[in-house]
């Protein structure tokens, strides 16, 4: 029984860590797309080896961005061109297709996230927000604690002597 217990959990084992890693290989794309994850008013950058090395240029066609022309890069048979995120585009997942001469055609994505509002809070930046109630509040609950725990460290000292 235990034996097949141990194989079980082997085997659940195994297929969680051989899953993710097979989808990650079912993912992979002919297409670069860099940064996957971009704002609105960002460049992003596609390029790609798929066309083949005599082809030196390729047209995409981004669903947020519009027209990507694709030019020789610095590695022989690598495709490069660049889009810009517009600015009303509004949060997901886009596609991205690349179409090669005679008839080959590559399609991947990227996605489009807001940019955070305001300013990052965060360490010992100030005490916005917090009025004089709040602190006396706070430095008499910090009082009592110490309090408690002093008279309940007198009480098992004196404890410890008397027995």
Known sequence: MRSARILAC??????ALGLPAAAAGADESDVSVSPQR???????????EVCGPDVTYA????????????????????????FTVPESAEDGVYTITVKCPPRTRVETSFQVV????????GGFGGAEGVNGTQIAVGSLLIAGAATGGALTMR???FAGIAS
């Open 114 to 121: 807001s940019r955070p509002e305001g300013a990052v809070r």
């Open 38 to 48: 971009a704002f609105p008013g960002s460049t992003i950058t596609v390029s790609t």
């Open 59 to 82: 047209k995409g066609q981004a669903e947020a961005g519009g027209q990507i022309n694709l030019t020789e890069g610095q590695d022989s048979g690598e495709l490069v061109g660049d």
């Open 155 to 157: 009480r098992r000292r």
């Open 10 to 15: 082997s085997a659940l084992t195994l297929c």
